[in-house]
T-cell receptor, first 113, second 116 residues
């Protein structure tokens, strides 16, 4: 079952602009992760943010987590054509011994040169 | 070495064929995963191995048979597949197992499978 819902489903911006993607979820989480997937290829892990963290940065990426609203956002600053990809959020629930990733439906980002 | 490798990159098979997908990692990760991904959809978990033992089977049809010969290798044996099984099959690994803690996963490039 899908826990995360992402919006927008698709986003088209110009190179140099910032891109923001949002992810909402329904139940208490252990952590939330963001992945990037270039067309038809494997996924690349971007950032993991734990439930007791509010913000993390990695290069041009900034992730926020609001557990009261059960939502997260991924901001890509100064976008480049190479950032064109699908971006997925994935949550890890607090329940259970073997914790698997529950995937959102993804946001397709197109960065136009 | 932070890479997960998968072979073959592409595979076309008939519904009566038997084939295998292979995955390898040398990062010392204790958990390994098989996912199936259809176009424009998120990955769907199929199997999880932890310390070379099957920990999670997401009710996958028996025509898919996983195998973990050692801590670095993961196979997916395919037999009598259906056209709807055509998809990108992704292998991933993560550091901890027993229990699988939900840490970040490292993905291979995938095998694009077409069943005719």
């Amino acid at each position: 079952s899908q826990q995360g819902e992402e919006d927008p489903q698709a986003l088209s911006i110009q190179e140099g602009e910032n891109a923001t993607m949002n992810c909402s979820y329904k139940t208490s989480i252990n952590n939330l992760q963001w992945y990037r997937q270039n067309s038809g290829r494997g996924l690349v892990h971007l950032i993991l943010i734990r439930s007791n963290e509010r913000e993390k940065h990695s290069g041009r990426l900034r992730v926020t987590l609001d557990t009261s609203k059960k939502s997260s956002s991924l901001l890509i600053t100064a976008s480049r054509a190479a950032d064109t990809a699908s971006y997925f959020c994935a949550t890890v629930l607090n329940a259970g011994n073997n914790r698997k990733l529950i995937w959102g439906l993804g946001t397709s980002l197109a960065v136009n040169p | 070495d932070t890479e997960v490798t998968q072979t073959p990159k592409h595979l076309v098979m008939g519904m009566t064929n038997k084939k295998s997908l292979k995955c390898e990692q040398h990062m010392g990760h204790r958990a390994m995963y098989w996912y199936k991904q259809k176009a424009k959809k998120p990955p769907e978990l199929m199997f999880v191995y932890s310390y070379e033992k099957l920990s999670i089977n997401e009710s996958v049809p028996s025509r898919f048979s996983p195998e973990c010969p050692n801590s670095s290798l993961l196979n997916l044996h395919l037999h009598a597949l259906q056209p709807e099984d055509s998809a990108l099959y992704l292998c991933a690994s993560s550091l901890t197992g027993l229990p699988i803690s939900g840490d970040e996963q490292y993905f291979g490039p995938g095998t694009r499978l077409t069943v005719t």
